[in-house]
């Protein structure tokens, strides 16, 4: 019992730090947005049109639309520590184009984005190339590689993880029956059926992997409660602590369901297989 409580709290940990490392991906993702910079010429009736012909593209997350006003406000705002570009911009008249800003659903879906502002209805529009282009463009496709490989790192260190902790709960239930070798064999040679002889193995696995489930859950939930105060603004590296407190707060009965599933089955399996292997033994010897 005390093997499996360890394991399936390690699987677990496993589910939560890769959720909260995806969750951190997904907010570099979101940081990056592509621009469009539109002509003074352009029409109200051309930026609308060209605003809802984003909006409906699948790979499309949200569109903004800065008139010049509102790029030269959010210019000022972003710029408001350097009063030398504050001065400067000052002196002229409104420089800055509109602006349309782009937000992907996935980095791995802005081609389709850049399919569609180089199309040459759409780049008439542009007073200058989009902001995805030149080294930026290829700055985000190395984002996007970076991210890619990162996401599929977390799931194969979760899928070893889980392999490593159900080898290690089988092989143990294995000794277990394999020390009642005397017990199997005094009830096969009365006449006891297979499924006789099991049944008690299967049950009692059961039962652990639901208490060892529960414990497990009871384990990281004192974990977070115990040190909240001290979690709140602590980070290692791509894992924001924070996040992983949350996720485990808002899944919690999730979470338990897949701890008492991933119980119930691993010592339901593995005592089955073992005993199986063990009585085909016993009946070919005999």
């Known amino acids: 019992m ?3 409580v360890i394991t ?5 940990f496993s589910v939560i730090a890769n959720a909260t490392f995806s969750n951190t991906v997904q907010q570099i993702t979101d940081k990056i947005d592509v621009s469009l910079y539109l002509k003074d010429t352009v029409t109200v009736a051309q930026t609308n049109n060209l605003v809802a012909q984003l909006k409906k593209l699948p790979a499309v997350k949200s569109v903004t639309y800065l008139s010049k006003q ?3 406000d959010a210019y000022r705002q972003q710029n408001s520590s350097n009063q030398q570009l504050l001065a400067a911009i000052s002196e002229t008249d409104n420089p800055l184009p509109a602006t349309v800003r782009i937000v992907p659903v996935d980095l791995n879906h802005i081609d389709a984005i850049r399919s569609f502002i180089d199309k040459p209805a759409v780049a008439a529009l542009q007073s200058d190339p989009a902001s995805d282009s030149g080294d ?20 194969v260190a979760v899928a070893i993880l889980a392999a490593i902790s159900v080898l290690i709960i089988f092989n143990t239930i294995q000794m277990a029956i394999f020390n009642r ?9 009365l006449g006891a059926t297979t499924w006789y002889i099991r049944g008690p193995f299967v049950v009692e696995t059961i039962i652990y992997g639901v208490l060892s489930a529960v414990i497990s859950i009871l384990l990281i939930n004192a974990l977070f409660v115990t040190a909240s105060s001290s979690l709140q603004a602590t980070s290692f590296g791509l894992l924001d602590i924070s996040y992983s407190q949350e996720f485990f707060q808002k899944y919690y009965w999730q979470l338990l369901s897949m701890q008492l599933t991933l119980g119930i089955l691993i010592g339901a399996v593995s005592s089955i297989i073992a005993t199986r292997r063990y009585l085909k ?6």
């Open 2 to 4: 005390a093997i499996m």
């Open 70 to 72: 509102q790029a030269l």
């Open 136 to 155: 930026r463009r290829e700055a985000i496709n190395k984002i996007t590689h970076a991210t890619n490989i990162l996401r599929q790192a977390g799931i």
């Open 281 to 286: 033994f016993k009946t070919s010897k005999k």
């Open 181 to 189: 070798r005397d017990e199997l064999q005094i009830m096969r040679l």
């Open 8 to 12: 399936l709290t390690i699987i677990l």
